[in-house]
């Protein structure tokens, strides 16, 4: 408890200090003040570039979404399902836009963060290849899609760029996100 605790706490300073000062400046013993923590015990959760992904890793975190993920692997309605995700889609996004538009942006200043852009994209890759196993497994994949490209489509469609085009781009409201991904979702991938 106590552990998660502080492990939050460390996370709190890092998107703090992420967002106030920038990735770059962003410094291993300013996290550690921040959080009321030795820097060796900051070093100790990782570098920066493995907090920043552990930032934007649903999984890593407690609260809603973690609690939206439990309720995704329990729905037994396939549609329900790719509703859960287009709203867990559209809670991470929503809230983590600055880690997002860090990590778009970082890239040039700092190499390594696109490292940690291709490890969420590889999660993000591995959770919709596993929706697509329970779309075959219950029958409902449109029967002239394959697999692979199913995946794929949701890939693309339920990006972070999609999202970033919609709704900071184009005026839509997250929720009007969300109701048009799980809705195109749907008309995309699903048997009837």
């Known amino acids: 408890m106590q552990a998660e605790q502080t492990r939050e706490r460390i996370l709190a300073a890092a998107r703090e200090q992420f967002r106030s000062v920038g990735y770059a400046a962003t410094r291993l013993?300013?996290?550690?003040?921040?959080?009321?923590?030795?820097?060796?015990?900051?070093?100790?959760?990782?570098s920066k570039?493995?907090?920043?992904?552990?930032?934007?890793?649903?999984?890593?975190?407690?609260?809603?979404?973690?609690?939206l993920i439990d309720r995704i692997r329990v729905a037994d309605d396939p549609r329900e399902r790719i509703r859960l995700v287009a709203e867990l889609c559209r809670r991470v996004y929503q809230a983590w836009t600055p880690?997002?538009?860090?990590?778009?942006?970082?890239?040039?200043?700092?190499?390594?963060?696109?490292?940690?852009?291709?490890?969420?994209?590889?999660?993000?890759?591995?959770?919709?290849?596993?929706?697509?196993?329970?779309?075959?497994?219950?029958?409902?994949?449109?029967?002239d899609?394959?697999?692979?490209?199913a995946v794929a489509i949701i890939w693309a469609l339920s990006s972070y760029?999609?999202?970033?085009?919609?709704?900071?781009?184009?005026g839509w409201t997250p929720e009007r996100y969300q109701a048009w991904l799980a809705d195109t979702l749907i008309a995309s991938v699903l048997n009837g």
Request: charge should be negative; aromatic fraction near 4%.
């Open 29 to 46: 013993d300013a996290i550690a003040s921040a959080a009321q923590v030795s820097p060796k015990t900051v070093e100790a959760y990782g």
């Open 49 to 67: 570039r493995g907090i920043l992904a552990a930032l934007v890793d649903p999984l890593a975190v407690a609260g809603p979404p973690r609690e």
């Open 99 to 143: 880690e997002f538009e860090l990590l778009r942006e970082a890239g040039s200043v700092a190499p390594e963060i696109m490292a940690v852009a291709s490890q969420i994209d590889g999660r993000r890759r591995d959770n919709q290849a596993r929706l697509v196993g329970y779309l075959v497994e219950r029958g409902c994949l449109k029967p």
């Open 145 to 149: 899609l394959a697999p692979g490209e």
């Open 161 to 170: 760029d999609m999202y970033r085009g919609l709704v900071l781009s184009q």
